[in-house]
């Protein structure tokens, strides 16, 4: 079956820590995205990507970084200067903006800094 | 960017009874109208949607109605049951020219058995 599969399902990170969320597609969608979700809270934008080697901010990447090496692929680094990481990850697949399809989602990564 | 508002914030109902959630949105131009549905833990899931072309879609007990002059559309769930209990999104969308859905802040439902 064709879907998202984000990994791992819990992490957790020290103070000063970079750590690398996985975000793996076999839809063959062109479009992938990465949100960010706090407690009680909607979902906020980190990043996008809509071709391979190519990506753009959204409205919190302050403090993240992603790459798009490979259509199935779109991992989001936090790094150190992301000094609130703690939440909820979500990274999501469009088939054709254009078209008007909604959003396929993972099952998300729950990071935790201790 | 889409300014999007969802109300109300929770509701809770009686399992069989109705449930209805409002969403508004301002970019006049917005044509792709989904909702999401994210159970505790999990990432969303596409439930409905309807472009600006339709007035109302149904799939079993859910239904999406669009007032594309009012600029709101609305999830309308009947003989809600205990699994409808969760949180759900709308994501309003200029297809034509937005990079981004904006999302609502979510309306949490919960049915009582």
């Known amino acids: 079956d064709g879907g998202i599969t984000q990994s791992p399902k819990y992490l957790f990170r020290k103070e000063g820590q970079n750590v690398t969320l996985s975000c793996e597609q076999n839809?063959?969608?062109?479009?992938m995205y990465w949100y960010r979700q706090d407690p009680g809270q909607g979902l906020r934008l980190i990043y996008y990507?809509?071709?391979?080697?190519?990506?753009q901010k959204g409205d919190i990447a302050e403090g993240y970084s992603v790459s798009r090496e490979k259509k199935e692929s779109f991992p989001l680094t936090v790094t150190s200067a992301q000094k609130n990481p703690t939440a909820f990850y979500l990274c999501?697949?469009?088939?054709?903006?254009?078209?008007?399809?909604?959003?396929?989602f993972g099952s998300g990564t729950r990071l935790t800094v201790v | 960017g889409e300014n999007v508002e969802q109300h109300p914030s929770t509701l809770s109902v009686q399992e069989g009874d109705s449930a209805v959630i409002k969403c508004t949105y301002s970019d006049s131009a917005s044509n792709y109208f989904p909702w999401y549905k994210q159970e505790l833990g999990k990432g969303p899931q596409l439930i409905i949607d309807i472009r600006s072309n339709v007035g109302e879609k149904k799939d079993q007990r859910i239904a999406v109605t669009l007032n594309k002059t009012a600029k709101h559309f609305s999830l309308h769930i009947t003989e809600t049951q205990p699994e409808d209990s969760a949180v759900y999104f709308c994501a309003p969308e200029n297809s034509n020219t937005g990079n981004q859905f904006y999302f609502g802040t979510g309306t949490s439902l919960t049915v009582i058995p």
């Open positions: 839809l063959n969608h062109d479009a």
């Open positions: 999501a697949s469009i088939r054709n903006r254009a078209a008007g399809y909604g959003y396929t």
């Open positions: 990507s809509q071709i391979v080697n190519d990506f």
